[in-house]
């Protein structure tokens, strides 16, 4: 496959910007963008006029104002570009193709791991992106690039997972994934973490709105504890700080982690963690891949149901009351997001734990919890988004409203 790079590598400094801020704000007048990029009006007026004949941005003239005219606004054209996403989890991969905004045109289902090689996926990837391009009959050079998440921890300069806690299989080690990608493919490969993408793509979603005075949190609760946090100007990524919540200590002595240390928030309520907690509680378990991970989590589910006041229980939801409480603390979101397999299948242990992070712990009724949707459209569009980030240089790639 030989891709053209995409027009947008044409365009100037000045082009992009103008570009850049049409994108942030949706629908801007000629005037704001004046005001934004700080350049006269004739030249902003230039720069438009050669990004609407380059067919990369839709001119519309709207109801005149009061001084007659009419209001002319500038939007992007959704079928300037297109970005594909992609996603590897600990237990599935699938890959999507959106238009510039985010939206899905097509997307494979996902693909549970099998035995499946870093090649395997990358080969899969690679038909199914040809497919794509067929049948949407979509030129290569219209293609910005390839966003794809991958659980951490990364090394996201040099493109490379790790899998140094949670392995997906015995292929799958230090893995140079966007160096395969990129030769195997020959596009532009963003490489992310899975926590990143799911708050980029709820943002796409429009359940939460960044603008200059928002902070957000996404936490997910699954194979692993992971989570993102956004701030104007700020997005941190999943190898900061705030992207090691499963690894925050919160029993000194307590049980020993994949990381080396003991006591984190994974060993109490990841999917291993509470799986093998609660092993000689489930029926039927005969070995640790003989039921389905969703129908262990819901027999836990009603085990918690059941016994919500017992030791066991009360220690995981403790462990999270300790690690998410301090976290938003330390950050300070206005909105937390939540999703991930522990939730959809134990939604009571992370509602006790919201529960009493608001009953026992000083932090204002102002925030909101909310869940989300851990899903594969979820992760290809939020995926996707991430191609923006790298090629406009904008904390988070979305409009602000």
């Keep these: 496959m030989i891709f053209n790079l995409a027009k947008i590598d044409d365009l100037n400094i000045s082009e992009k910007t103008i570009f850049k801020a049409i994108y942030q704000y949706k629908s801007i007048s000629r005037n704001d963008l004046v005001k934004y990029s700080n350049q006269t009006p004739s030249r902003v007026y230039r720069l438009l006029n050669s990004l609407v004949d380059q067919d990369l941005v839709i001119e519309t003239k709207e109801k005149h104002n009061s001084s007659g005219r009419p209001f002319i606004s500038y939007t992007i054209n959704p079928d300037s570009f297109y970005i594909l996403g ?32 870093p090649q395997d996926v990358v080969t899969y990837f690679k038909r199914e992106i040809e497919r794509f391009l067929e049948v949407h009959e979509i030129p290569t050079e219209k293609v910005l690039g390839l966003g794809i998440s991958v659980p951490g921890p ?17 292929h799958w080690n230090i893995i140079p994934i966007r160096d395969l990608l990129e030769i195997e493919i020959g596009i532009p490969i963003t490489i992310d973490n899975l926590v990143n993408a799911a708050l980029f793509g709820e943002v796409q979603r429009g359940s939460i709105s ?38 925050t ?15 984190c928030l994974e060993t109490y309520i990841s999917i291993n963690s509470l799986i093998s907690r609660m ?16 129908t262990q989590l819901q027999q836990i589910e009603m085990m918690v149901e059941d016994n ?53 712990m000083d932090i204002s009724k ?21 191609v923006l980030e790298e090629n406009f240089h904008v904390s988070i790639p979305f409009p602000y409203k």
């Excluded at 090394?155 to 790790?162: A, E, H, R, V």
């Excluded at 997910?220 to 499963?246: H, I, M, N, W, Y």
């Excluded at 092993?279 to 969703?294: Q, T």
């Design 86 to 117: 992609a996603y590897i989890t600990w237990d599935f991969f699938s890959i999507g193709l959106c238009t510039f905004d985010g939206k899905i045109l097509d997307a494979t289902e996902p693909i549970r791991f099998q035995q499946e090689t």
């Design 249 to 263: 200590i919160v029993k000194l002595d307590g049980n020993r982690c994949v990381c080396g240390k003991n006591g």
């Design 210 to 247: 960044l603008n200059s005075n928002t902070s957000a949190a996404y936490i997910l609760f699954d194979r692993g504890v992971g989570s993102a946090f956004f701030t104007p100007g700020l997005l941190t990524k999943g190898q900061e700080f705030s992207g090691q919540l499963g690894h």
């Design 308 to 360: 919500v006041n017992s030791l066991d229980f009360q220690e995981i939801v403790q462990s999270v009351v300790i690690a998410l409480g301090n976290f938003i603390h330390l950050f300070q979101p206005e909105t937390v997001i939540y999703g991930g397999r522990i939730v959809d299948f134990c939604p009571s242990l992370i509602m006790e734990s919201i529960d009493q992070i608001k009953q026992k």
């Design 366 to 386: 102002n925030i909101q919890f909310r869940k989300s949707s851990f899903d594969n459209n979820l992760l290809i569009s939020g995926s996707a988004i991430t």
């Design 279 to 294: 092993k000689n509680r489930l029926v039927n378990l005969k070995g640790e891949d003989k039921m389905a991970v969703s």
């Design 154 to 170: 990364i090394n996201q300069d040099k493109g490379i997972m790790w899998n140094e806690y949670h392995k997906i299989n015995e």
